[in-house]
């Protein structure tokens, strides 16, 4: 995994320039909604994040015929200078079964956070069934 320094907004604007038109051809809401006190500035690789985030709001789109998605996030644990953020994908498609969600994510653990790492990311993304 590849580590810079990188701006969270920027992966954020990026995903919304990608899938806002999609969303808006079929009629559906397009919601991000990031919790109060989230460090924007982060080091991590911010193309992974992108990508990941990016599949999940394009199954989203492409499985909703009508409602919303909501790209959530949130601070699990929060530190001067580390953070364990939840990124969550949402919507009010189709769904998937507990055992399909289960299958879909599981966490990573080639690497672990150092000590000395500005900023330690560790993200999980996933799609639940429903809002």
């Known amino acids: 995994m590849k580590k810079i320094d990188f701006n969270l ?6 995903l919304a320039g990608l899938i806002t038109a999609k969303a808006r051809e079929k009629g ?4 991000f909604n990031l919790a109060s006190g989230l460090p924007v500035f982060l080091n ?3 193309l992974r994040l ?18 919303e998605i909501e790209i ?3 601070g699990l644990e929060i530190q001067p200078h580390k953070a364990l953020l939840k990124f969550e994908v949402r919507d009010t498609g ?13 966490p ?24």
């Open 9 to 14: 907004n920027g992966v954020l604007d990026n």
């Open 28 to 31: 559906l809401e397009l919601r």
């Open 50 to 67: 992108g990508r990941i985030l990016l599949n999940l709001a394009n199954n989203a789109v492409k499985f909703t015929e009508k409602g």
């Open 108 to 131: 990573s653990t080639r690497q672990t956070p150092q000590p000395q790492d500005v900023t330690a990311v560790q993200a999980w993304a996933f799609q639940s069934a429903k809002i």
């Open 72 to 74: 959530s996030i949130s």
């Open 94 to 106: 189709i769904g998937l079964s507990k055992g399909q969600q289960a299958k879909l994510f599981i």
């Open 44 to 46: 991590g690789d911010p």
